[in-house]
């Protein structure tokens, strides 16, 4: 609609990682066990981050990098196919 | 290049400041991905200004107007009419606003704005409390909920503010929770469609303020529809319409004990018994009116 030239004024950009790359606050991680996986997709539709990629082969993949570790996806999954390990051992 | 970079649709950007656990992201993106990049989002101050972050860059694809809390429904028609004076077409203009913002401070401009029937969306993520500021209790926080101000318990109900949007009779209102994402994603899609004030109310459960584990958003979302405290309905021009898995709960025994929904949250981890029942008997009153509303 309106077009604002770049760097003209200090407007915010999209960005991605707008609060830095929040894998950092993560005390757990989410590990997929791609045998278990049966393509169902609920994490990828439930992950309140929207961290989890959908590869071309269908298969969930998340983003370790912006995942904050809160595991939505692990509780959603019907077959327990998502684990929390902690970060810290 | 990622799949979140890639901004030929409108998306809302991962790596944001909420919570871990906080559906906001989420309900966001899927308000975006519908509403399309011809949007402008006004923001009251609420969890998700911060969520917005600063001049260094935001998650929002669409321009963003961070507005006063009592505001955000008068700007949204201001830029409403301003976009259309300049002969822009096919753009919404959405209201994002937290509980407080809408049923306590910003309620005179809500109303006055459904009242001359702008043509804007505007949407309520409940927490039901003052979350950003540090949990205190506003109109929306139901009966016997912990918050700061609150210490020993709500004595006071949820105002039913679906209802009381439904008699302004605007062309549509309707309920919505995270837990079930396709039918709020449907609604938006509806709510896209009709000229004239949209109003929708949406459940986000809130793990730092409602005293659960994170990984518990989903679930809590989802039993709030099944046990019945949340019904999920749509009123079009008038004509009320149970949608999603609460077109079943009109029978009581389809319905979970509210107890289930309940025993998971901290925040009513003091209530009696009594009490307990007592919410129970609420929820069943409100479904009896729903039924009336519903034979209409």
């Given at each position: 609609m309106i077009e604002v030239p770049e760097y003209s004024v200090?407007?915010?950009?999209p960005k991605l990682g707008s609060a830095g790359k929040t894998g950092f606050w993560?005390?757990?991680?989410?590990?997929?066990?791609?045998?278990?996986?049966?393509?169902?997709?609920?994490?990828?539709?439930?992950?309140?981050?929207?961290?989890?990629?959908?590869?071309?082969?269908?298969?969930?993949?998340i983003d370790y990098d912006y995942c904050k570790g809160c595991g939505v996806c692990s509780n959603v999954c019907p077959h327990e196919a998502i684990t929390m390990e902690p970060e810290v051992k | 290049m990622t799949e979140a970079l890639r901004l030929d649709n409108a998306r809302f950007l991962r790596g944001n400041a909420a919570c871990p656990g906080c559906p906001i992201p989420k309900e966001l993106d899927t308000l975006l991905s519908v509403m399309g990049k011809r949007t402008v989002?006004?923001?009251?101050?609420?969890?998700?200004?911060?969520?917005?972050?600063?001049?260094?860059?935001?998650?929002?694809?669409?321009?963003?107007?961070?507005?006063?809390?009592?505001?955000?429904?008068?700007?949204a028609s201001g830029v409403e009419r301003a976009l259309r004076a300049r002969g822009e077409k096919d753009f919404?203009?959405?209201?994002?606003?937290?509980?407080?913002?809408?049923?306590?401070?910003?309620?005179?401009?809500?109303?006055?704005?459904?009242?001359?029937?702008?043509n804007i969306l505007y949407v309520c993520y409940d927490n039901e409390a003052f979350m950003n500021t540090g949990i205190q209790r506003s109109s929306l926080t139901p009966y016997g909920a912990w918050t700061t101000t609150t210490p020993e318990g709500k004595r006071e109900f949820k105002k039913p503010l679906p209802l009381v949007m439904m008699q302004h009779r605007i062309p549509y209102v309707a309920t919505a929770s995270i837990g079930y994402i396709f039918d709020y994603e449907q609604k938006l899609r509806k709510a896209k469609g009709i000229k004239g004030f949209r109003y929708i109310h949406l459940l986000s459960p809130c793990p730092p303020g409602w005293r659960y584990d994170s990984s518990l958003t989903v679930e809590v979302a989802k039993l709030a529809v099944d046990t019945g405290i949340w019904p999920l309905f749509e009123v079009e021009n008038g004509e009320f319409r149970l949608t999603?898995?609460?077109?079943?709960?009109?029978d009581k025994s389809r319905r979970k004990p509210v107890e289930a929904y309940l025993k998971l949250q901290g925040?009513?981890?003091?209530?009696?018994?009594?009490q307990v029942q007592e919410i129970q008997r609420m929820v069943d009153e409100m479904w009896e009116e729903i039924k009336a509303l519903v034979k209409k």
């Open positions: 200090p407007l915010a950009r993560r005390t757990s991680r989410p590990v997929i066990d791609y045998q278990k996986c049966t393509k169902c997709r609920l994490c990828v539709i439930y992950c309140v981050e929207n961290t989890i990629d959908l590869m071309p082969d269908m298969y969930p993949r | 989002l006004v923001v009251p101050a609420s969890c998700t200004s911060v969520i917005l972050g600063d001049t260094r860059g935001t998650p929002s694809t669409v321009p963003v107007i961070h507005s006063a809390m009592a505001a955000s429904a008068a700007i919404n203009v959405v209201v994002w606003a937290g509980d407080g913002a809408t049923g306590d401070i910003g309620f005179a401009t809500l109303s006055g704005a459904a009242e001359r029937n702008e999603s898995v609460s077109k079943t709960h009109l925040r009513f981890k003091n209530l009696t018994q009594e």
